[in-house]
Protein backbone atom coordinates (compact mmCIF):
# COMPACT_ATOMS: atom_id res chain seq x y z
CA UNK A 1 0.00 0.00 0.00
CA UNK A 2 1.05 3.17 -0.78
CA UNK A 3 0.85 6.41 1.04
CA UNK A 4 -0.31 9.36 -0.22
CA UNK A 5 2.75 12.24 -0.10
CA UNK A 6 0.65 14.25 2.08
CA UNK A 7 1.69 12.32 4.74
CA UNK A 8 5.13 13.10 4.16
CA UNK A 9 4.39 16.68 5.28
CA UNK A 10 4.01 17.59 8.94
CA UNK A 11 1.41 20.43 8.26
CA UNK A 12 -0.85 18.64 6.44
CA UNK A 13 -0.74 15.54 8.60
CA UNK A 14 -1.02 18.22 11.65
CA UNK A 15 -4.23 19.67 9.97
CA UNK A 16 -5.79 17.05 9.45
CA UNK A 17 -4.95 14.13 11.68
CA UNK A 18 -4.50 15.66 14.78
CA UNK A 19 -7.30 17.58 14.71
CA UNK A 20 -9.55 14.19 13.96
CA UNK A 21 -7.84 12.84 17.05
CA UNK A 22 -8.93 15.55 19.81
CA UNK A 23 -12.14 16.10 18.45
CA UNK A 24 -13.32 12.34 18.88
CA UNK A 25 -11.63 13.15 22.25
CA UNK A 26 -13.58 15.88 23.03
CA UNK A 27 -11.48 19.17 22.25
CA UNK A 28 -12.75 20.94 20.21
CA UNK A 29 -10.61 23.52 18.38
CA UNK A 30 -12.55 26.50 19.14
CA UNK A 31 -14.84 26.72 22.39
CA UNK A 32 -15.15 28.32 25.63
CA UNK A 33 -12.88 26.26 27.59
CA UNK A 34 -10.61 24.28 24.79
CA UNK A 35 -7.86 26.04 22.99
CA UNK A 36 -5.27 24.71 20.52
CA UNK A 37 -2.08 26.76 20.40
CA UNK A 38 0.16 25.76 17.97
CA UNK A 39 3.86 26.46 17.33
CA UNK A 40 4.03 26.71 21.57
CA UNK A 41 7.06 28.27 22.20
CA UNK A 42 9.70 26.95 24.61
CA UNK A 43 12.86 28.12 25.72
CA UNK A 44 15.40 25.33 26.45
CA UNK A 45 18.19 26.79 29.20
CA UNK A 46 21.50 24.44 27.23
CA UNK A 47 24.62 23.50 29.70
CA UNK A 48 26.90 26.76 28.97
CA UNK A 49 23.24 28.79 30.40
CA UNK A 50 22.74 29.54 27.40
CA UNK A 51 18.76 29.72 26.08
CA UNK A 52 17.67 28.39 23.04
CA UNK A 53 14.17 28.98 21.76
CA UNK A 54 12.56 26.44 20.75
CA UNK A 55 8.39 25.21 19.64
CA UNK A 56 6.55 22.24 19.99
CA UNK A 57 3.89 21.77 17.34
CA UNK A 58 1.07 22.16 19.72
CA UNK A 59 0.14 22.89 23.22
CA UNK A 60 -3.54 21.85 24.39
CA UNK A 61 -5.77 23.08 27.16
CA UNK A 62 -9.14 22.35 28.69
CA UNK A 63 -10.18 24.48 30.98
CA UNK A 64 -13.59 22.67 32.07
CA UNK A 65 -11.61 19.10 32.65
CA UNK A 66 -8.13 20.80 33.81
CA UNK A 67 -6.08 19.41 31.60
CA UNK A 68 -3.43 20.22 29.33
CA UNK A 69 -0.63 18.73 27.17
CA UNK A 70 2.33 19.23 24.39
CA UNK A 71 1.76 17.38 21.11
CA UNK A 72 4.98 16.58 18.43
CA UNK A 73 3.88 15.68 14.88
CA UNK A 74 6.41 13.64 12.94
CA UNK A 75 5.32 12.54 9.15
CA UNK A 76 5.64 9.26 7.18
CA UNK A 77 9.61 10.17 6.71
CA UNK A 78 10.62 11.60 10.18
CA UNK A 79 8.91 9.14 11.97
CA UNK A 80 9.01 8.83 16.04
CA UNK A 81 12.22 7.58 17.06
CA UNK A 82 14.64 7.93 20.30
CA UNK A 83 15.31 11.63 18.62
CA UNK A 84 12.18 12.14 18.76
CA UNK A 85 11.24 11.05 22.02
CA UNK A 86 14.12 12.95 23.41
CA UNK A 87 12.63 15.97 22.17
CA UNK A 88 9.64 15.59 23.51
CA UNK A 89 11.14 15.17 26.79
CA UNK A 90 13.07 17.97 26.79
CA UNK A 91 9.90 20.01 25.89
CA UNK A 92 8.17 18.64 28.99
CA UNK A 93 11.13 19.38 31.06
CA UNK A 94 11.46 23.32 29.70
CA UNK A 95 7.65 23.96 29.77
CA UNK A 96 7.13 22.09 32.76
CA UNK A 97 3.69 20.85 31.28
CA UNK A 98 3.01 16.98 32.71
CA UNK A 99 1.71 15.42 29.67
CA UNK A 100 2.86 15.11 25.70
CA UNK A 101 1.75 12.85 22.72
CA UNK A 102 3.98 12.13 19.94
CA UNK A 103 2.16 11.50 16.58
CA UNK A 104 3.57 10.39 13.41
CA UNK A 105 0.89 8.48 10.59
CA UNK A 106 1.68 4.97 12.13
CA UNK A 107 2.12 5.53 15.73
CA UNK A 108 0.88 7.51 18.55
CA UNK A 109 2.55 7.68 21.66
CA UNK A 110 1.30 9.51 24.82
CA UNK A 111 4.12 10.59 28.02
CA UNK A 112 4.09 11.63 31.86
CA UNK A 113 6.82 13.46 32.88
CA UNK A 114 7.36 12.22 36.34
CA UNK A 115 10.36 12.94 38.65
CA UNK A 116 12.46 14.63 35.89
CA UNK A 117 11.82 11.91 32.83
CA UNK A 118 9.16 11.37 30.54
Do not use: C
Not at 30 to 41: E, G
Not at 53 to 62: G, K, V, W
Not at 90 to 99: E, P
Amino acid sequence: MLLSSDWNNEAYFSLHLVQEILEEAGLPKRSDFSHWYPQFPIVISKVDKKQSPSTADFFIEDRSRDINFLIEVKSATTRIDGSARFQLDMYLRYSKVKFGILIDPFLVEAYEFIRGRA
